[in-house]
Nanobody, 119 residues
């Protein structure tokens, strides 16, 4: 069982920056594809960014050029650097660890961290 704990959320003004961290334990971090998702009030959870175990990253169009996902396998931690934040980035951000072994899916979530972008 993998445990994920997010941190780094908070209140920031438009144009500001935050860095989210997701510390993991209980598994082999390096084998998982790691992702950041977010859910705004009244909306479905959406994928923001993912990074494969090989280090390849992908982003939803709305955050390209502003957000950067990275991972430190030595620290079992994934990060989301968020720059030039906009009010529409306001949401609860969740960390996810995913792996598929043959037909068995391993899918773990953190408890979420609130990001509020407001003046």
């Amino acid at each position: 069982q993998v445990q994920l704990v997010e941190s780094g959320g908070g209140l920031v003004q438009p144009g500001g920056s935050l860095r989210l961290s997701c510390a993991t334990s209980g598994g082999i971090f390096s084998i998982y594809t790691m992702g950041w998702y977010r859910q705004a009030p009244g909306k479905q959870r959406e994928l923001v960014a993912i990074i494969t175990r090989g280090g390849s990253a992908n982003y939803v169009d709305s955050v390209k050029g502003r957000f950067t996902i990275s991972r430190d396998n030595a620290k079992n931690t994934v990060y989301l650097q968020m720059n030039n934040l906009k009010p529409e980035d306001t949401a609860v951000y969740y960390c996810n660890a995913y792996n598929l072994v043959v037909t068995t899916k391993y899918d773990y979530w953190g408890q979420g961290t609130q990001v509020t972008v407001s003046s």
